[in-house]
């Protein structure tokens, strides 16, 4: 496992919908962009396939794993096909903790300063502020100001190329992106642009 992949370019491509049969080509693009982390989505079309088919090919030049996970059964399947990394749109202390003891990373959804510190507590390498953009990007320097120092906070939802520099100076450690980068039947080279141009605003 390697996070120094996102201390380079602090980007999650979450590449929600996508099918095995098409997840290769849709990684290689992401990749060819400069971003180094894929999450698939438990929710996409045989997720575990298209984890294990990035994990047989990528898996060593990218930090991959699964987002809306839910469960301790769900980690121990991610962490069977390849991935590396659980992003949650909640907070379970037992996912968090099984997410831990498997050496896998752990990025759950908090809307409140409670969820923050619940997180943290179990042991979350780094929160997921979600939906950010309901949240507001204000949270971030105020909810700093008490958490410990080092928390990374990365902004999930409603971030895109018009306002990703905003919630930088806001003061987001990094970003996940979803229907801004990839949606289901996008042109790959589009696909690679979109993730070039994201990777140019974070750096």
Sequence with gaps: MNKDYLKQVPLIAIIRGVKPSE????T?????????????PLNSPRAYESIKLIADKFGDKMLLGAGTVLSI???????E?????????????????????????????????S?????????ADALKLFPADSVGKSFIKA?????????EIYAVGGVDLSNVKDWTEAGADGFGLGGSLYK?????SQLAQDAQSFCLLVK
Excluded at 23 to 26: D, F, I, Q
Excluded at 115 to 123: S, V
């Design 23 to 26: 997840v290769l080509a849709v």
């Design 143 to 151: 909810s700093k100001a008490v958490l410990p120092k080092g928390t």
């Design 184 to 188: 289901p039947g996008k042109d790959l």
């Design 115 to 123: 969820e923050a510190f619940m997180a943290l507590e179990a042991g």
């Design 81 to 113: 096909a390849g991935g590396e990394i659980i992003v949650s749109p909640n907070v379970n202390s037992k996912v968090i903790k099984e997410t831990k003891k498997l050496a896998m990373l752990s990025y759950p959804g908090i809307m409140t300063m």
């Design 73 to 79: 059964d769900q980690v121990q399947k991610v962490k």
């Design 28 to 40: 290689q693009a992401i990749y060819d962009g400069g971003i180094r982390c894929v999450e698939v």
